[in-house]
């Protein structure tokens, strides 16, 4: 399976990174090594000193699938999660700054937290989903899909073009604003429509 990321997806966190908005979505991948095995805690990495946490929707591919008309895009997933996607916020800075890539900012190992999925039909409308990060009891990140630029049936036609999707595979569709610092101790909780669905503690 494939890990597919979505840059820059909601308004507000692109202003607070002050990044320019985007004509079309921007995509990076995460290797399977990227997982953070299930109940394991997140081990913040030696090479950097700012890792940040960006809470994120996760789509499961149910089927396989190439250049994807967006009004067939729902007949390739069936669940939806929650996850999120570690970024060592120095690295990439760096990286953009000098103009490289930045996959080892966004890509290193432990990096894509995935949570529980759940059937799309028990969630409601996706275009309206609630979601939060918690950091020590703290909301620090609220979100809803309703502010997404691009929402998923479109992620699933754009990334199609480019990369076929297979059964497995894992869409992470974008922060919202509130991103930050983790460090040692930390207990992060996301909570998907009211439901927790993952709890992380930061080592």
Not at 6 to 28: C, D, S, T, W
Not at 47 to 52: A, D, M, N, Y
Not at 93 to 117: Q, R
Request: aromatic residues 10%; hydrophobic residues 40%.
């Amino acid at each position: 399976m494939k890990i597919i990321c979505i840059g820059r997806n909601y308004a507000k966190h692109i202003a607070e990174l002050q990044n320019e908005k985007p004509l079309n979505p921007v995509v990076f991948l995460k290797p399977d090594s990227a997982i953070l095995t299930k109940n394991q805690p997140f081990f913040i990495p030696p090479f950097s000193k700012e890792i940040h946490y960006e809470v994120e929707i996760l789509v499961k591919i149910n089927k396989v699938g190439k250049y994807i008309n967006q009004k067939f895009a729902h007949t390739y997933y069936d669940e939806i999660g929650l996850g999120i996607d570690f970024t060592a916020r120095d690295v990439q800075d760096d990286c953009k700054a000098k103009g490289l890539p930045w996959e080892k900012a966004k890509a290193f190992d432990g990096s894509a937290v995935i949570g529980a999925f759940f059937p799309k039909e028990s969630l409601g409308d996706l275009n309206n989903l609630n979601f939060k990060l918690k950091k020590n009891d703290q909301v620090v990140q609220d979100g809803n899909t309703n502010a997404m630029l691009w929402k998923i049936d479109e992620l699933i036609a754009y990334v199609s073009q480019f990369f076929t999707l297979k059964k497995g595979d894992v869409l992470f569709t974008g922060t919202p604003e509130g991103v930050g610092k983790v460090a040692e101790n930390d207990i992060l909780v996301g909570i998907l429509n009211g439901v927790e669905n993952f709890r992380i503690t930061v080592k």
